[in-house]
């Protein structure tokens, strides 16, 4: 109320100084309220829009003229801090996303490739896996930026910006508000302004890359406290979800059935000296029979076989350089893992809930 009666006060004494020639609003009194507008303190604001409105339409064209002035300052304002790399700490983000998002595209169809186990090709991709990395790293740095100051900021300009878009439709409408109608939400004016939508854009990257985080994370903890699994068969686990993260697959959780089925071949094949999808013991012939002997209860999707070393990276890197194993290693469907160390033997099985 003190904010109001402050300006109606100066308009007031204008106005009685004013001559009948003169604007029903003084251009000073005017160019306070914008001053006013443009203000932090929402109180201040409000004093501006209800002492415009006690004039009516006799002073309805100053009043849209300042709006529309205050609709381009708060605009320039708002571009001002989200063009600077100093106050805005995404300001970098879009370009890196549309690089990440190209080239996690672009190397998912390489991984999808059958190059008949060519070294050459499979070092080329380990090459692109690199790049992709260090472009994964940054994308997520920049995302675990702190942003409260920056979001206080926009948002303060943003809902005054929402005010002066609401109060040019008012008087676009004759004056009348519609019953229900309300002001635009703060979201909605940033749209308006380019900057704003790309500050929309990237709040919506970064909720998708901390996303990502926090799902890899989760399966990490998951996978941490299966009580029935051995350090090998964890370790696996988290080595494979570090990749299949980088194009942002569904990161892949320990299933206790399903690496009961995938050691109980592995076991099978190191006893009894083979080494080979379909099993000769009567029961288990199939991977989908395995996993339905072991009371797995979902939905079988794929199955690695190796042989040559104990180490869980060993086995990773045998099949990422065999075409149809890393095809299984990174579908886009699973999101269960069974993986069956027995010795040199290692049995590898995917499953979708």
């Known amino acids: 109320m003190k904010h109001l009666l402050v300006l109606l006060l100066g308009i007031a004494t204008h106005s009685l100084l004013a001559q009948e020639a003169e604007p029903a609003i003084p251009a000073n009194a005017a160019k306070t309220a914008l001053q006013w507008m443009l203000n932090a303190d929402p109180e201040k604001r409000a004093a501006a829009y209800r ?32 063009e600077n790399d100093r106050t805005n700490p995404f300001f970098a983000l879009p370009e890196l996303i549309e690089e990440l998002e190209t080239e996690r595209a672009r190397i998912y169809v390489l991984i999808k490739t059958d190059y008949k186990k060519e070294p050459s090709e499979i070092k080329m991709l380990q090459g692109e896996i690199e790049s992709l990395i260090k472009l994964n790293q940054k994308a997520r740095k920049i995302a675990q930026n702190k942003s409260e100051n920056l979001t206080k900021s926009v948002k303060t300009i943003a809902t005054a910006l929402s005010e002066v878009i609401h109060e040019i439709s008012v008087i676009d409408g004759d004056g009348q508000v519609e019953k229900g109608q309300k002001k635009p939400d703060f979201e909605t004016s940033l749209k308006a302004v380019y900057e704003g939508e790309v500050y929309l854009q990237n709040r919506d990257t970064i909720a998708s890359i901390k996303k990502e985080i926090a799902d890899l994370a989760s399966a990490k903890k998951e996978n941490n406290t299966a009580a029935w699994a051995k350090g090998t068969q964890i370790s696996f686990a988290h080595h494979l979800n570090e990749f299949r993260s980088l194009f942002a697959l569904t990161p892949l959780v320990l299933e206790q059935k399903l690496s009961d089925a995938s050691v109980g071949h592995s076991r099978d094949m190191a006893s009894l000296g083979f080494f080979a999808h379909q099993s000769p013991i009567e029961g288990k012939t199939s991977p989908n029979d395995r996993a339905k002997l072991a009371g797995f209860k979902h939905r079988w999707t794929g199955e690695n076989i190796y042989l040559g070393s104990t180490s869980p990276v060993a086995a990773y890197d045998a099949w990422f350089a065999s075409d149809g194993h890393r095809f299984i290693m990174f579908a886009k469907g699973p999101d269960l893992l069974g993986i069956g160390p027995v010795g040199r033997h290692w049995t590898m099985m995917t499953g979708k809930k």
């Open 51 to 82: 002492t415009f409105q006690l004039f009516g339409d006799e002073g309805s064209e100053i009043y849209r003229r300042t709006l529309e002035q205050a609709r381009e300052l708060h605009g320039q304002k708002l571009n001002t801090i989200l």
